[in-house]
């Protein structure tokens, strides 16, 4: 798993650079995808670097990918191990020019992930993590050990847009916010302390959490359903996520603090 760190590094950081080559031109190619969700030419670029360099770097593992068909469950159950990919995660962020988008690259084994690096390309920030290694941040500065914070006053990491009725309903503690964009990007700023949770009501797949999944619980959190029940891969016909909960500290009493609820099915 370790020697597929480095590469998964570098994979991520030329998505970046695909995806920043089209961040300024005009025309990014805006379209719409069947599940109404967009999709542009960056997301695009930015899944064939990776799909080309993990082919490359181990021909034998399957690869699951946002921008991808998924094939059914039939035919990807057996899968001991495959890359779970979103080449970018925020590309409303991307759209809107908000600098908060993300390539995700998850190793996921026996339905857990266990290898994770989220490339900021905005910012040129990298964190990443495999099982039981901890987890960490590389900047121009360096690599940094990253964990989350202990518990003091709460801070939720909440979305630039979604109006924070949606998520402080079920949070019964006062808080403080940190708006940011992509999803994958709010778990990174628990992991490393800067927020202590991120609760996401809505859609989102598989690929959104794998990646942040184990950066998260190296840095010594935790990501689960609403309900506080584990989050599954590869396990569903649908790749759709429920929604979850990103928690910082285990010391913070995270199941009197959030109520636990079902998305009703006519989101």
């Keep these: 798993m370790q020697q597929f760190l480095e590469p998964c590094i570098e994979l ?52 699951m990918s946002e921008e991808t068909p998924i094939p059914p469950l039939a035919d990807r159950k057996h899968w001991s191990r495959y890359w779970l990919l979103d080449p970018m995660d925020g590309t409303g962020e991307f759209i809107l020019q908000s600098g908060d988008f993300a390539v995700n690259i998850a190793l996921v084994e026996n339905n857990r992930p266990v290898l994770g690096v989220i490339h900021w390309p905005a910012k040129n920030i990298t964190y990443y993590a495999t099982y039981q290694h901890g987890a960490f941040k590389k900047t121009a500065k360096g690599i940094e050990r990253i964990s989350v914070a202990q518990p003091g006053g709460l801070t939720l990491a909440v979305s630039r847009r979604q109006k924070l009725e949606a998520v402080s309903q079920y949070l019964n503690t006062t808080f403080d916010t940190v708006p940011l964009g992509s999803c994958s990007l709010k778990a990174c700023i628990v992991a490393e302390g800067k927020a202590d949770c ?41 790749t759709e996520n429920p929604d979850f909960i990103v928690m910082g500290h285990p010391d913070w009493e995270w199941q009197k603090m959030i109520s636990p609820h079902q998305r009703s099915h006519h989101d």
Aim: charged share 20%; aromatic share 6%.
């Design 198 to 238: 991120f609760m996401r009501i809505g859609p989102t797949g598989e690929w959104d959490t794998g990646a942040s999944q184990v950066i998260v619980e190296e840095a010594g959190g935790s990501i689960t359903d609403a309900e506080f029940n584990p989050l599954t891969y590869n396990q569903r016909e649908s």
């Design 12 to 63: 991520a950081e030329q998505a970046g650079l695909a995806i920043m080559a089209i961040y300024r031109q005009p025309d990014i190619g805006r379209q719409v995808k069947a599940d109404d969700t967009p999709v542009t030419k960056a997301d695009l670029a930015a899944n064939a670097v990776l799909v080309a360099g993990l082919q490359e770097l181990a021909s034998d593992i399957p690869i």
